[in-house]
């Protein structure tokens, strides 16, 4: 499951912690660790991603439980620069700078679907599932979150 899922998993974390590398390492080892418990625990898990996904969004839940006064805008004010890879063009970075923005301004009910949608490519059922939610709900506010996401723009 690691091979086939860590970096995933790292994204997510990455961009749900306001972009801290470090923090979303220790998640992601975090969410391997309570897996391995978990199984080792002679339980079994019928879809492993989407159990990932949900374990690493529980952490992530927590981690901004005992952490509220993390945003983007205030890392940046610290000097720190998300930085993206340096192979895009500067069109894309400039453009995925602004997106980061947008998706900063969000609702976090919303961004938190757009981002395990387009950047995580979960699908709307497996989202539904790691939230709790019905596939329904997850479709309306991927929808809502891509239109105010529009409007921003």
């Not at 220790?26 to 897996?35: A, E, H, I, N, W």
Request: net charge neutral.
């Amino acid at each position: 499951m690691y091979a086939d899922y860590a970096d995933a998993i790292f994204r997510h974390c990455f961009f749900r912690l306001a972009y801290d590398r470090e923090k979303a390492k220790d998640l992601v080892q975090d969410t391997f660790t309570k897996t391995w418990n978990y199984l080792a625990q002679g339980k079994n898990i019928a879809n492993p991603r989407a159990f990932l996904y949900k374990v690493a969004t529980n952490l992530i839940i927590n981690a901004y439980a005992k952490k509220k006064d993390l945003s983007l805008d205030n890392l940046q004010e610290q000097g720190f620069d998300p930085g993206l890879d340096q192979r895009d063009s500067l069109y894309n970075f400039l453009d995925g700078r602004q997106m980061l923005k947008d998706l900063d301004q969000l609702d976090p009910q919303y961004s938190q679907v757009v981002v395990m949608r387009y950047i995580d490519d979960l699908s709307p059922k497996e989202i539904a599932e790691i939230l709790g939610e019905s596939e329904n709900v997850v479709s309306v506010r991927i929808h809502r979150g891509l239109k105010k996401i529009r409007e921003l723009i």
